[in-house]
Protein backbone atom coordinates (compact mmCIF):
# COMPACT_ATOMS: atom_id res chain seq x y z
CA UNK A 1 0.00 0.00 0.00
CA UNK A 2 3.10 2.39 0.94
CA UNK A 3 4.41 1.98 -2.34
CA UNK A 4 1.10 2.61 -4.23
CA UNK A 5 0.67 5.97 -2.56
CA UNK A 6 3.98 6.86 -3.46
CA UNK A 7 3.27 6.21 -7.20
CA UNK A 8 0.34 8.43 -6.65
CA UNK A 9 2.19 10.98 -5.36
CA UNK A 10 5.01 11.02 -8.33
CA UNK A 11 1.76 11.22 -10.56
CA UNK A 12 1.57 14.56 -9.02
CA UNK A 13 4.95 16.08 -7.93
CA UNK A 14 8.44 15.25 -8.72
CA UNK A 15 11.07 14.65 -5.77
CA UNK A 16 11.51 18.37 -6.20
CA UNK A 17 7.60 19.06 -5.24
CA UNK A 18 7.45 20.83 -8.71
CA UNK A 19 4.14 20.60 -10.36
CA UNK A 20 3.90 17.55 -13.02
CA UNK A 21 2.86 17.66 -16.68
CA UNK A 22 -0.16 15.71 -15.80
CA UNK A 23 -1.62 18.25 -13.69
CA UNK A 24 -0.90 21.19 -16.55
CA UNK A 25 -3.19 18.90 -18.25
CA UNK A 26 -5.98 18.51 -16.08
CA UNK A 27 -5.93 22.36 -15.29
CA UNK A 28 -6.23 23.19 -19.33
CA UNK A 29 -8.66 20.76 -19.78
CA UNK A 30 -10.79 22.63 -16.87
CA UNK A 31 -10.32 25.97 -18.57
CA UNK A 32 -11.50 24.68 -21.88
CA UNK A 33 -14.60 22.95 -20.24
CA UNK A 34 -14.94 26.55 -18.71
CA UNK A 35 -15.11 28.38 -22.41
CA UNK A 36 -17.26 25.78 -23.72
CA UNK A 37 -19.89 26.74 -20.78
CA UNK A 38 -19.46 30.26 -21.81
CA UNK A 39 -20.00 29.98 -24.77
CA UNK A 40 -22.99 27.53 -24.70
CA UNK A 41 -24.92 30.08 -22.30
CA UNK A 42 -23.65 33.04 -25.05
CA UNK A 43 -25.58 30.87 -27.63
CA UNK A 44 -28.35 30.32 -25.76
CA UNK A 45 -29.00 33.85 -24.76
CA UNK A 46 -28.00 34.99 -29.06
CA UNK A 47 -30.65 31.90 -29.55
CA UNK A 48 -33.22 33.36 -27.26
CA UNK A 49 -32.51 36.76 -28.39
CA UNK A 50 -33.20 35.72 -32.47
CA UNK A 51 -37.10 36.30 -33.19
CA UNK A 52 -36.65 34.57 -37.02
CA UNK A 53 -38.76 31.19 -35.69
CA UNK A 54 -41.20 34.03 -34.35
CA UNK A 55 -40.93 36.05 -37.97
CA UNK A 56 -41.84 32.44 -39.32
CA UNK A 57 -44.43 31.64 -37.10
CA UNK A 58 -46.47 35.56 -37.84
CA UNK A 59 -45.74 35.26 -41.69
CA UNK A 60 -47.38 31.78 -41.85
CA UNK A 61 -50.61 32.90 -39.67
CA UNK A 62 -51.16 36.11 -41.11
CA UNK A 63 -51.00 34.08 -44.96
CA UNK A 64 -53.43 31.87 -43.96
CA UNK A 65 -55.67 34.20 -42.19
CA UNK A 66 -55.61 36.92 -44.84
CA UNK A 67 -56.42 34.14 -47.70
CA UNK A 68 -59.67 32.40 -45.29
CA UNK A 69 -60.79 35.40 -44.76
CA UNK A 70 -60.52 36.67 -48.51
CA UNK A 71 -62.27 33.33 -49.51
CA UNK A 72 -65.23 33.94 -47.65
CA UNK A 73 -68.25 34.39 -50.21
CA UNK A 74 -70.08 36.44 -47.05
CA UNK A 75 -69.56 39.86 -45.40
CA UNK A 76 -67.18 38.96 -42.13
CA UNK A 77 -64.35 40.47 -39.99
CA UNK A 78 -61.88 39.08 -37.91
CA UNK A 79 -59.37 40.68 -35.69
CA UNK A 80 -55.97 39.72 -34.97
CA UNK A 81 -55.57 41.25 -31.47
CA UNK A 82 -52.48 40.96 -29.49
CA UNK A 83 -50.71 38.13 -30.86
CA UNK A 84 -47.66 36.64 -29.65
CA UNK A 85 -45.73 33.77 -29.83
CA UNK A 86 -43.12 31.96 -27.91
CA UNK A 87 -43.68 35.46 -25.49
CA UNK A 88 -42.48 37.87 -28.53
CA UNK A 89 -45.55 40.04 -29.67
CA UNK A 90 -46.33 40.90 -33.34
CA UNK A 91 -45.79 44.29 -32.12
CA UNK A 92 -42.24 43.29 -32.27
CA UNK A 93 -42.12 43.52 -35.73
CA UNK A 94 -43.41 45.46 -38.92
CA UNK A 95 -45.76 43.33 -41.43
CA UNK A 96 -45.95 44.33 -44.62
CA UNK A 97 -48.48 42.85 -47.60
CA UNK A 98 -46.61 43.27 -50.61
CA UNK A 99 -45.52 41.59 -53.55
CA UNK A 100 -48.21 38.72 -53.19
CA UNK A 101 -46.88 37.95 -49.83
CA UNK A 102 -47.48 38.76 -45.97
CA UNK A 103 -43.41 39.99 -45.18
CA UNK A 104 -42.57 40.18 -41.60
CA UNK A 105 -39.13 42.65 -40.50
CA UNK A 106 -37.59 43.87 -37.49
CA UNK A 107 -36.91 42.05 -34.34
CA UNK A 108 -33.04 41.85 -33.45
CA UNK A 109 -32.10 40.77 -36.34
CA UNK A 110 -32.24 42.24 -39.76
CA UNK A 111 -33.20 39.25 -41.50
CA UNK A 112 -37.04 39.23 -43.67
CA UNK A 113 -39.50 36.39 -43.45
CA UNK A 114 -41.74 36.24 -46.26
CA UNK A 115 -44.52 34.02 -46.69
CA UNK A 116 -47.11 34.15 -49.96
CA UNK A 117 -50.63 34.71 -50.51
CA UNK A 118 -53.00 32.67 -52.47
CA UNK A 119 -54.47 36.02 -54.30
CA UNK A 120 -53.20 37.43 -56.96
CA UNK A 121 -53.19 41.14 -55.89
CA UNK A 122 -50.20 43.42 -54.21
CA UNK A 123 -53.46 44.53 -51.80
CA UNK A 124 -56.25 43.19 -51.90
CA UNK A 125 -58.76 46.24 -51.83
CA UNK A 126 -58.67 48.35 -49.81
CA UNK A 127 -55.53 47.04 -48.11
CA UNK A 128 -53.09 48.75 -45.76
CA UNK A 129 -49.37 48.03 -47.24
CA UNK A 130 -47.59 48.50 -44.29
CA UNK A 131 -48.66 48.15 -40.32
CA UNK A 132 -46.13 49.67 -38.02
CA UNK A 133 -45.62 47.14 -35.02
CA UNK A 134 -48.99 46.68 -35.15
CA UNK A 135 -50.49 45.18 -31.71
CA UNK A 136 -53.51 43.90 -33.33
CA UNK A 137 -54.86 43.47 -37.55
CA UNK A 138 -58.23 43.88 -38.26
CA UNK A 139 -59.30 42.03 -41.72
CA UNK A 140 -62.74 43.05 -42.72
CA UNK A 141 -64.54 41.38 -45.68
CA UNK A 142 -67.07 43.23 -47.56
CA UNK A 143 -68.60 43.23 -51.11
CA UNK A 144 -65.96 45.78 -52.20
CA UNK A 145 -63.33 43.98 -50.88
CA UNK A 146 -61.14 43.27 -48.21
CA UNK A 147 -59.79 46.02 -45.31
CA UNK A 148 -56.74 45.44 -43.96
CA UNK A 149 -55.96 47.93 -41.24
CA UNK A 150 -54.65 48.20 -37.14
CA UNK A 151 -57.59 48.62 -35.11
CA UNK A 152 -55.91 50.43 -32.51
CA UNK A 153 -54.67 53.34 -35.38
CA UNK A 154 -57.41 55.99 -34.88
CA UNK A 155 -58.76 58.93 -37.59
CA UNK A 156 -57.28 57.45 -40.62
CA UNK A 157 -59.45 57.11 -43.99
CA UNK A 158 -59.94 53.17 -44.33
CA UNK A 159 -59.78 54.05 -47.93
CA UNK A 160 -56.35 55.17 -47.77
CA UNK A 161 -53.03 53.00 -47.79
CA UNK A 162 -50.26 52.71 -45.43
CA UNK A 163 -47.44 52.89 -47.71
CA UNK A 164 -44.58 51.50 -46.96
CA UNK A 165 -41.27 53.53 -45.16
CA UNK A 166 -38.99 54.60 -47.91
CA UNK A 167 -36.51 57.84 -47.40
CA UNK A 168 -35.91 59.62 -50.52
CA UNK A 169 -33.52 62.60 -51.19
CA UNK A 170 -33.89 63.33 -54.46
CA UNK A 171 -34.96 67.16 -55.53
CA UNK A 172 -37.89 67.28 -57.87
CA UNK A 173 -36.07 69.79 -60.21
CA UNK A 174 -33.88 66.71 -61.12
CA UNK A 175 -36.48 64.29 -62.30
CA UNK A 176 -37.32 63.39 -65.91
CA UNK A 177 -40.74 61.83 -66.26
CA UNK A 178 -42.39 60.37 -69.04
CA UNK A 179 -46.57 60.33 -68.58
CA UNK A 180 -48.31 57.61 -70.82
CA UNK A 181 -51.93 58.55 -71.59
CA UNK A 182 -53.72 54.87 -72.41
CA UNK A 183 -54.84 54.47 -76.22
CA UNK A 184 -55.70 57.15 -78.59
CA UNK A 185 -56.45 58.22 -81.78
CA UNK A 186 -59.05 55.45 -83.25
CA UNK A 187 -58.38 53.49 -80.39
CA UNK A 188 -60.66 54.70 -77.68
CA UNK A 189 -60.28 52.25 -75.25
CA UNK A 190 -62.92 52.09 -72.76
CA UNK A 191 -66.44 53.57 -73.85
CA UNK A 192 -69.16 55.09 -71.99
CA UNK A 193 -71.57 53.51 -74.75
CA UNK A 194 -74.69 54.74 -72.70
CA UNK A 195 -73.47 58.46 -72.43
CA UNK A 196 -73.26 58.56 -75.99
CA UNK A 197 -77.20 57.80 -76.36
CA UNK A 198 -77.86 60.93 -73.83
CA UNK A 199 -79.02 64.37 -75.51
CA UNK A 200 -76.81 65.59 -76.31
CA UNK A 201 -74.57 62.76 -76.64
CA UNK A 202 -71.44 62.78 -74.32
CA UNK A 203 -67.65 61.16 -75.58
CA UNK A 204 -66.96 59.59 -72.49
CA UNK A 205 -63.55 57.71 -73.80
CA UNK A 206 -61.27 56.18 -71.63
CA UNK A 207 -58.53 57.44 -74.55
CA UNK A 208 -59.73 60.96 -74.19
CA UNK A 209 -59.95 61.12 -70.27
CA UNK A 210 -56.74 59.47 -69.88
CA UNK A 211 -55.24 62.65 -72.09
CA UNK A 212 -56.89 65.29 -70.04
CA UNK A 213 -55.53 63.77 -66.88
CA UNK A 214 -51.95 63.28 -68.18
CA UNK A 215 -51.74 66.70 -69.53
CA UNK A 216 -53.27 68.13 -66.61
CA UNK A 217 -50.46 66.45 -64.34
CA UNK A 218 -48.01 67.26 -66.95
CA UNK A 219 -49.07 71.75 -67.02
CA UNK A 220 -48.36 71.02 -63.43
CA UNK A 221 -44.90 68.89 -63.22
CA UNK A 222 -43.12 71.14 -65.73
CA UNK A 223 -42.18 74.08 -63.89
CA UNK A 224 -40.96 72.11 -61.08
CA UNK A 225 -38.63 68.74 -62.73
CA UNK A 226 -35.61 69.07 -65.44
CA UNK A 227 -38.06 67.51 -67.78
CA UNK A 228 -41.82 65.99 -68.22
CA UNK A 229 -43.30 64.65 -71.46
CA UNK A 230 -45.85 62.80 -73.06
CA UNK A 231 -45.99 59.65 -74.78
CA UNK A 232 -48.16 60.87 -77.29
CA UNK A 233 -50.66 63.63 -78.50
CA UNK A 234 -54.35 64.06 -77.77
CA UNK A 235 -55.20 62.31 -81.15
CA UNK A 236 -52.28 59.92 -81.73
CA UNK A 237 -52.08 56.31 -81.17
CA UNK A 238 -48.60 55.09 -80.70
CA UNK A 239 -47.73 51.05 -80.64
CA UNK A 240 -46.42 49.58 -77.48
CA UNK A 241 -43.03 50.26 -78.98
CA UNK A 242 -43.36 53.77 -79.80
CA UNK A 243 -44.68 54.31 -76.14
CA UNK A 244 -41.48 52.71 -74.85
CA UNK A 245 -39.15 54.32 -76.92
CA UNK A 246 -40.06 57.78 -75.09
CA UNK A 247 -38.13 56.02 -71.90
CA UNK A 248 -34.70 56.60 -72.10
CA UNK A 249 -31.69 56.07 -69.84
CA UNK A 250 -32.08 59.13 -68.24
CA UNK A 251 -36.06 59.07 -67.39
CA UNK A 252 -36.70 58.39 -63.66
CA UNK A 253 -39.84 57.92 -62.96
CA UNK A 254 -43.02 56.52 -66.09
CA UNK A 255 -46.37 56.68 -65.51
CA UNK A 256 -49.20 55.17 -67.78
CA UNK A 257 -52.43 56.04 -66.93
CA UNK A 258 -55.89 54.86 -68.14
CA UNK A 259 -59.27 53.86 -66.60
CA UNK A 260 -61.18 50.73 -65.35
CA UNK A 261 -64.33 49.48 -67.06
CA UNK A 262 -66.24 47.09 -65.64
CA UNK A 263 -69.51 47.35 -66.76
CA UNK A 264 -70.97 44.90 -63.97
CA UNK A 265 -69.73 46.86 -60.95
CA UNK A 266 -70.56 50.36 -61.21
CA UNK A 267 -67.89 51.11 -58.80
CA UNK A 268 -65.10 53.82 -58.92
CA UNK A 269 -62.17 52.19 -58.04
CA UNK A 270 -58.08 52.34 -58.28
CA UNK A 271 -55.52 50.24 -59.10
CA UNK A 272 -52.31 50.71 -59.67
CA UNK A 273 -49.84 48.37 -61.37
CA UNK A 274 -46.37 48.12 -60.45
CA UNK A 275 -43.38 45.46 -62.71
CA UNK A 276 -42.16 42.83 -60.77
CA UNK A 277 -38.68 43.64 -60.37
CA UNK A 278 -37.02 43.15 -57.11
CA UNK A 279 -34.70 45.72 -57.67
CA UNK A 280 -36.89 48.54 -57.77
CA UNK A 281 -39.89 47.02 -55.27
CA UNK A 282 -39.85 49.09 -52.28
CA UNK A 283 -39.62 52.39 -54.51
CA UNK A 284 -42.32 51.26 -57.30
CA UNK A 285 -44.54 50.45 -54.51
CA UNK A 286 -44.24 53.58 -52.19
CA UNK A 287 -44.38 55.80 -55.59
CA UNK A 288 -47.54 53.71 -56.65
CA UNK A 289 -49.22 53.43 -53.04
CA UNK A 290 -48.31 57.80 -52.58
CA UNK A 291 -49.63 58.24 -56.15
CA UNK A 292 -52.80 56.13 -54.99
CA UNK A 293 -53.52 57.95 -51.55
CA UNK A 294 -53.25 61.65 -53.44
CA UNK A 295 -55.86 60.56 -55.84
CA UNK A 296 -58.04 58.75 -53.16
CA UNK A 297 -57.93 62.07 -51.10
CA UNK A 298 -59.09 64.06 -53.84
CA UNK A 299 -61.67 62.34 -55.13
CA UNK A 300 -64.18 60.69 -52.70
CA UNK A 301 -66.09 58.85 -54.46
CA UNK A 302 -63.28 56.47 -55.42
CA UNK A 303 -64.28 53.80 -53.42
CA UNK A 304 -61.65 51.33 -52.98
CA UNK A 305 -58.07 50.93 -54.45
CA UNK A 306 -55.31 48.65 -54.52
CA UNK A 307 -51.89 47.92 -55.87
CA UNK A 308 -51.04 44.86 -57.69
CA UNK A 309 -47.63 43.34 -58.90
CA UNK A 310 -48.14 42.81 -63.04
CA UNK A 311 -45.69 41.27 -65.98
CA UNK A 312 -47.87 43.71 -68.34
CA UNK A 313 -45.59 44.19 -71.38
CA UNK A 314 -45.99 48.40 -71.02
CA UNK A 315 -43.82 48.23 -67.53
CA UNK A 316 -41.12 46.16 -69.17
CA UNK A 317 -39.48 49.18 -69.74
CA UNK A 318 -36.03 48.78 -71.82
CA UNK A 319 -32.97 49.40 -69.83
CA UNK A 320 -29.17 48.73 -70.44
CA UNK A 321 -28.59 45.09 -71.10
CA UNK A 322 -26.58 43.48 -67.43
CA UNK A 323 -27.82 46.34 -65.42
CA UNK A 324 -30.69 46.42 -63.67
CA UNK A 325 -33.50 48.86 -64.23
CA UNK A 326 -33.35 52.49 -63.03
CA UNK A 327 -36.60 53.86 -63.60
CA UNK A 328 -39.77 53.41 -61.78
CA UNK A 329 -42.71 52.80 -63.72
CA UNK A 330 -46.01 52.74 -62.41
CA UNK A 331 -49.76 51.95 -64.28
CA UNK A 332 -52.21 53.57 -63.32
CA UNK A 333 -56.01 52.27 -64.12
CA UNK A 334 -58.49 55.30 -62.34
CA UNK A 335 -61.99 55.12 -61.74
CA UNK A 336 -64.81 53.21 -63.83
CA UNK A 337 -65.95 54.54 -67.19
CA UNK A 338 -69.23 52.81 -67.22
CA UNK A 339 -70.48 54.87 -64.57
CA UNK A 340 -73.17 57.53 -65.30
CA UNK A 341 -71.48 60.93 -66.77
CA UNK A 342 -73.27 63.28 -64.29
CA UNK A 343 -71.48 60.79 -61.16
CA UNK A 344 -68.45 59.96 -63.11
CA UNK A 345 -64.89 61.11 -61.72
CA UNK A 346 -63.69 60.97 -64.92
CA UNK A 347 -65.97 63.39 -66.05
CA UNK A 348 -66.34 66.03 -63.90
CA UNK A 349 -63.25 66.06 -61.48
CA UNK A 350 -60.38 64.56 -64.22
CA UNK A 351 -58.63 68.31 -63.38
CA UNK A 352 -58.83 67.35 -60.08
CA UNK A 353 -57.44 63.67 -60.99
CA UNK A 354 -54.59 65.66 -62.23
CA UNK A 355 -54.02 67.57 -59.19
CA UNK A 356 -53.81 64.53 -57.32
CA UNK A 357 -51.39 62.84 -59.64
CA UNK A 358 -49.00 65.85 -59.35
CA UNK A 359 -49.35 65.90 -55.69
CA UNK A 360 -48.45 62.09 -55.44
CA UNK A 361 -44.69 62.92 -56.76
CA UNK A 362 -44.44 65.72 -54.79
CA UNK A 363 -44.82 63.66 -51.99
CA UNK A 364 -42.59 60.62 -53.20
CA UNK A 365 -39.77 63.32 -54.17
CA UNK A 366 -39.41 65.63 -50.98
Known sequence: MAAGKRGAS?????????????????ILEALIAMLAVVAMFAFIDAYAANTVLEKMYFARDLAYLTDIVQASPYGIEVTYYNPSFAEVP?????????????????????MEIYYPLAYSELFTTPLSAHLQNPGAITFSKTDTGLLITNPWEQGLDPRLLTCPPHEQDTELSTIDIVLDPAHGGADHGAENRAALLQQPPIELFESR??????????????????????????????????????????????????????PELLI??????????????????????????????????LSRAAVIVSDDPLLDL?????????????????????????????????????????????????
Open 209 to 262: QAFLIANGALSRLRPDVSSVSLTRGEDASPTLEERQAVVSPETDVFISIGTGSD
Open 10 to 26: RFLVSKRGDVTEALLFR
Open 318 to 366: PHPEGSDPKTLAVMLEIGNIQIPPAENPLSTDWDTIAGAVDAGFRRYYR
Open 268 to 301: GELRAYIPPEYALRDNNTRLACLLTNAILEAVPS
Open 90 to 110: LSTFEVTFVRNEVDIRGGEEE
